[in-house]
């Protein structure tokens, strides 16, 4: 048996329409020109995403495949390797993903990582077996026989290990490159086949030759170049856009979201005055915002941009509600409306830029074959009905990779940056209690002085998220030797690499109580700040 799975849905509804009802589900992922890929098969490995993004960062396309897909999808692909992630199953369950047929005669390398490992041994005869001991997190690896993945590198390694089945022996031919604590054959390798197994992960951190080992497998086995780029395929996707759009209209809905954003610039670039971007200003946004977007895009990009403010509209249908997924469903709901009668008001508009990114089709299912993790807010729920074609210029690339295309084609850093925010917004910040505006203001007061104090101390891009949570409690509190009666303002600041754990972010002290002066002394209804020190799990970072 390999991985255990975290198992936790950190999906949020987004502010941005586009992103919420319009999804095409089965678009196929288009591949850049002229550069070399690889495909990652998914056994169910809770780091599977992250091989296809480590792959990426070594400057090598990478295309992440349900593991059922077969031997002729992979091959339709023309890749130049084939990586088998790690899984959870052991390869003796009778229920357990199998080896397509087929995969190993390719004519291209193969890496099998963790389960992938295992997978290829139990196939090609050699013998793996339930160890009498797990091995779960850091292990140290010892190099016997260099072969080409270790080249270079130390014989002793520390390496991150997640199973409980371990490789025996190596299948007949093999040589055995390494071992570990709990596992005799830790890495082996067929140079006249071209496959390689390794046990450990290298696409984590806690492995630090790990990017090493993948650029050996890349570079030296594969043959790829290694001189993809996400910012790179910046002129490729609007020579796409236009082939698509043509002279047709384009609609956008724009939150304000790194993701929408970077669509839209993008889809501007291609075709200038086709695209008209929607902005609605729910009143839910954080401090300043709205004014920020509609100054970045229509008046120092030009792109042209439809405003609407709606909070009194937003406010009156959230009237009395107090249940976080009400909320959502609301606001949600109200969203598609306004949208929609914008939409109308712009007429003859062909065409919907969405911001889906590559993980959201992942989750989703999307794409060949796919199995759904979790149906994503970017896609499924198309309407059958929908009148719009679909043009998702970011289908392709990770959030990272996203924010690379950003940064080039000149989108402030500030927007660049932006930390995630939940679609509903500060709506469901505010606990157990109705979104009213003097609630709304008053958090938006909170989390600007958050924000702020964590700008000045040079933080921001440190952490994954910060805000504030307003939870309808009070509290008896002294101020001028008066008892008061006010809220209660929750910090919330964790780190992460990608939302599916989190942990709480030790804040320098001095800066808490920077943090929680200015918001006592600056806002009346305050009399009490505390700090959120749950990780994830067992909590997630929202609180609702």
Request: with cysteine.
């Amino acid at each position: 048996m390999s991985e255990r799975h975290l198992g936790e849905d950190h999906s949020v509804v987004t502010a941005d329409v586009a992103a919420t009802e319009f999804a095409d589900e089965s678009a196929p992922i288009e591949l850049p020109l002229d550069a070399d890929g690889v495909v990652v098969l998914d056994y169910g490995g809770q780091y599977s995403q992250l091989i296809a993004r480590r792959v990426r960062e070594c400057g090598v396309f990478s295309e992440l495949l349900p593991h059922h897909v077969g031997a002729e999808e992979v091959a339709r692909r023309a890749p130049k390797g084939l990586i088998l992630s790690g899984g959870p199953a052991s390869v003796y369950s009778p229920d357990a993903p199998k080896l397509e047929p087929g995969l190993l005669e390719l004519g291209i390398p193969v890496l099998g990582i963790c389960y992938g490992m295992q997978l290829i041994a139990a196939d090609l005869g050699g013998r793996v077996e339930s160890a009498p001991v797990g091995e779960y997190g850091r292990s140290q690896l010892t190099v016997h026989e260099q072969g080409i993945l270790f080249a270079g590198l130390p014989e002793e390694q520390p390496c991150w290990m997640s199973h409980r089945d371990t490789v025996y022996e190596a299948p007949p031919g093999f040589a055995a490159l390494a071992s570990s604590t709990q596992s005799p054959v830790a890495a082996f390798e067929s140079r006249e086949r071209g496959i390689y197994g390794i046990q450990f992960h290298p696409e984590v951190v806690h492995t630090p030759y790990g990017q090493d080992v993948l650029k050996r497998f890349l570079r030296d086995v594969c043959g790829c170049a290694m001189d993809w780029s996400a910012a790179g395929i910046v002129e490729e996707q609007i020579a796409r856009i236009r082939a698509q759009v043509g002279n047709g209209k384009v609609i956008c809905g724009l939150s304000g979201g790194v993701d929408s954003s970077v669509a839209a610039l993008l889809v501007h670039r291609a075709i200038g005055d086709q695209l008209t971007c929607v902005f609605v200003d729910h009143g839910m946004m954080r401090k300043n915002e709205g004014a920020q977007v509609v100054e970045t895009f229509r008046d120092h990009f030009k792109v042209p941009l439809v405003a609407v403010d709606a909070e009194d509209r937003f406010l009156t249908r959230l009237k009395g509600v107090t249940e976080p997924e009400q909320k959502r469903k609301i606001i949600g709901a109200e969203f598609i409306r306004v949208f929609e009668e914008e939409a109308e008001k712009l007429g003859n508009a062909n065409f919907l830029v969405q911001g889906t990114l590559y993980s959201d089709v992942i989750e989703s299912g999307g794409g060949t074959g796919a199995s759904t993790i979790k149906s994503h807010h970017n896609v499924g729920g198309l309407p059958d009905d929908l009148k719009f074609e679909l043009v998702e210029p970011l289908r392709a690339l990770f959030k990272d990779e996203v924010r690379a295309v950003g940064t080039e084609i000149g989108l402030p850093e500030r927007m660049v940056w932006r930390q995630p925010f939940p679609g509903p917004g500060l709506a469901i910040r505010i606990v157990g209690g109705e979104a009213t505006k003097e609630r709304l203001d008053l958090l938006r007061d909170a989390d600007h002085i958050l924000q702020d104090e964590i700008r000045n101390a040079g933080l921001y891009r440190d952490l994954w998220q910060s805000f504030c949570v307003l939870p309808d409690v009070r509290t008896v509190g002294v101020q001028g030797d008066e008892r008061t009666y006010g809220y209660v303002v929750v910090i919330r600041a964790v780190t992460s690499d990608d939302a599916m754990t989190a942990d709480w972010a030790r804040l320098p002290y001095d800066l808490l109580e920077q943090i929680a002066s200015r918001m006592i002394n600056e806002l009346r209804e305050v009399n009490r700040v505390v700090l959120d020190i749950t990780s994830k799990p067992p909590g997630t970072i929202e609180w609702e």
